[in-house]
Structures are given as structure tokens and as C-alpha cells.
């Protein structure tokens, strides 16, 4: 019988909820949200159950590279694949293990999130506050409104939030901080492609940054529930694996990507495809390496 989060660390998890910190509500005034790190080792502990032995980074000097580029203020990216809500934590995490350049690398990461981590519930958002973020309102959100009267208030508000986080970013990606990004914006479903493709806006933030890195993952400790709830996210124990590509340059990507692109074509959404496909590259890499 499957077991889901809840059913196994209810304990764990009451006690990061009355650790909890920070609001369930998101405006323009707290888009950026430190990580509260009273709620890692929680995490940690978790993390220590499932992860099997193997569990890794490859590609850990590229990550190291990144970080070095960025502590010479240049701005830095890193574009991962999405399987899990369990990603960000478990590289966080193997980053921190890897040693003091690791773990430099680690701290300085800070991620772009959707505000619905914050809205959707109290657990989610006990997980999700351990890590540094940046919350944004992201254009999908809006494909499940129908009323045009709530549309056009979520429009203005998702305007106030994007810009103050956009105003955010510049800041924290000038003050040494490497910005993490998930290109498809949410976690792969399997039997729905389209989950796993990129979005367009992902042409932006190349286009906002020097360099940056593509992170592929293979292992799954937190697998989507039918409902899709973390809650009922069924718990597995795996070896996880990351991949880092070597660093590069975002103007050379983004200009090539662009002069690939076919002319009838959107190009910026051409961009986010070929970030998908280097980082599908890396996942196959990845599997390959986990046998």
C-alpha cells in the first residue's frame, strides 16, 4: 500500500507547521521570502530516510563554477528539470554535503516559486519556506479563471507581484546570489506532455543573465498523488542523481536558439524548447548513470 508524506511524518510535520513563519498571502511588499531554516533539519530528516546510498551530484564542479562567477558579479542561473516537489530540497541538500565550496553554492541559491506554494496549504508551505524564494504569479494561473471580472483583478494583481519580483531578482542577482529556476514551471505529470514543456517566458530570464547552468535529476522521492496535493504525494525511497552542464554563456544560447528558430515561429518559446531539450539530454544521462 502506497504511503503518502502525511501518513508517514505527521509528527515531523506538525512540528515544522508550528515553526512556520511566513504569511499565506502574497503581495508586491513580501515577494522575496528568506528561507526559515528552523524548518530544515526537518527536511532533512526525511531526506536522510529516503535517499538511497549513490545518491549524488554530477557535474559538481560546474555548480562550483557558476558559484565562482557569480562572487565576481556576474549574474548566474540555474535551470533545472521538475519531477518532484522534493527537487529543490534533495540539491540543496546533496549540494550542502558536497563540502565547503558546496555548500557556498547552496546558500547563495535563491528560487523563483508560484505563489500557490504559499496559498495552497499550511503543510505546503511549511516545506516550502525552508528555501530562499523569489514568488511570482505565473501567466498559467490564469488558464483556469472563467469569469472575466475575477480575471481582470488577478491580472492587476499578478502585474504588482511580477514586477516587484522581477525588481527583486536584479537586486539579489547582483548581491552574489545564483537564481534557480524550473523551466516548465511545474512538476512533469506523466502521460501529459505538455507538463514538460518550457515556458515561453524562460527566453527572459536567459536573456536577464550572464551565465548559467542545466541541472538534469533522475530519482523521484515524493511522486505525485492522484489529487496532485502534496499531502497525498506518495513517499518512495530512491537514489537521486543531479547532472550539471557545463556553464553557459546565456547571450550565445539565447542567440543561437533565436537564429535557429524557424521565421513563422515564436522564438522566445523556440528558446524555452531547446532548454527543455538540453535538459532532457541530461536526464537521460542521468538514468543512464543510475542503471
Do not use: W
Not at 530570464?205 to 497525498?232: C, H, Q
Not at 525511497?237 to 553557459?248: H, I, L
Amino acid at each position: 500500500m502506497p504511503t503518502t508524506i502525511l501518513e508517514k511524518y505527521r509528527d515531523v510535520i506538525i512540528q515544522m507547521m508550528k515553526a512556520s513563519s511566513q504569511a499565506a498571502t502574497v503581495t508586491e511588499k513580501n515577494v522575496f521570502q528568506p528561507g526559515n531554516l528552523s524548518n530544515r533539519p526537518y527536511i532533512e530528516k526525511i531526506l536522510l530516510n529516503q535517499m538511497r546510498e549513490g545518491s549524488r551530484i554530477v557535474g559538481l564542479e560546474n555548480i562550483e563554477d557558476l558559484h565562482r562567477r557569480c562572487g565576481e558579479g556576474k549574474s548566474c542561473l540555474i535551470l533545472m528539470e521538475h519531477y518532484s516537489n522534493f527537487d529543490l530540497p534533495a540539491f540543496v541538500y546533496l549540494l550542502e554535503q558536497s563540502g565547503p565550496r558546496g555548500r557556498a553554492a547552496a546558500d547563495s541559491i535563491i528560487a523563483i516559486a508560484g505563489f500557490k506554494l504559499n496559498a495552497e496549504s499550511a503543510v505546503v508551505r511549511a516545506f516550502t519556506e525552508a528555501y530562499s524564494r523569489i514568488v511570482i504569479y505565473p501567466s498559467r494561473s490564469f488558464d483556469s479563471i472563467a469569469d472575466p471580472e475575477v480575471l481582470r483583478e488577478e491580472r492587476k494583481k499578478s502585474n504588482l507581484i511580477n514586477r516587484a519580483a522581477l525588481h527583486e531578482m536584479i537586486r539579489r542577482k547582483h548581491e552574489g546570489h545564483i537564481i534557480l529556476v524550473f523551466p516548465s514551471g511545474t512538476r512533469y505529470r506523466p502521460g501529459r506532455p505538455e507538463t514538460k514543456r518550457g515556458l515561453k517566458e524562460i527566453d527572459s530570464y536567459i536573456k536577464a543573465f550572464d551565465y548559467m547552468v542545466f541541472v538534469g535529476s533522475g530519482g523521484n522521492l515524493l511522486r505525485l498523488g492522484p489529487s496532485g496535493d502534496m499531502e497525498v504525494d506518495i513517499l518512495a525511497e530512491d537514489t537521486v542523481v543531479f547532472k550539471a552542464g557545463p556553464v553557459t554563456d546565456c547571450g550565445e544560447f539565447r542567440l543561437r536558439a533565436h537564429g535557429e528558430a524557424p521565421q513563422e515561429g515564436d522564438a522566445k518559446q523556440f528558446t524555452a524548447d531547446r532548454v527543455m531539450e538540453a535538459l532532457e539530454d541530461l536526464h537521460n544521462e542521468v538514468e543512464a548513470l543510475r542503471g
